[in-house]
């Protein structure tokens, strides 16, 4: 599995961004594909997912109502719509995929990674 994140940079706080995953070499229709963040200094957490199956989404508390994800199946893309971005927002974001699996979205049940795309929001 080949994952490719684009679509970082700098914005003011209150603006908006969309990072973009192109997503390659799936062997299953079942999966979960998500993005993730990490920010200097922190651990690295979950930021939204969905699967593959029935678009089921999850979003962590700090973007639920802000950001937005969706994928375009025929482009084997997913996408992070984010908006009213936040100085906390701030972080290097990955996207992510694993073979399907219903329980929760820990960045270590995640198998395949992409290399990050730099978020900041700054003024």
Not at 12 to 37: E, H, M, V
Request: overall charge positive; proline content about 5%.
């Amino acid at each position: 599995v080949q994952l490719q994140a684009s679509g970082g940079g700098l914005v003011q706080p209150g603006g908006s961004l969309k990072l973009s995953c192109a997503a390659s070499g799936f062997t299953s229709d079942y999966y979960n594909i998500g993005w993730f963040r990490q920010a200097p200094g922190k651990a690295r957490e979950r930021v939204s997912c969905i699967s593959s199956d029935d678009g089921t989404t999850y979003y962590t508390e700090s973007v639920k109502g802000r950001f937005t994800i969706t994928r375009d199946n025929a482009k084997n893309t997913l996408y992070l719509q984010m908006n009213n971005l936040k100085p906390e927002d701030t972080a290097t974001y990955y996207c992510a995929a694993r073979p399907y699996y219903s329980g929760p979205h820990y960045p270590n049940t995640y198998s395949y990674w992409g290399q990050g795309t730099l978020v900041t929001v700054s003024s």
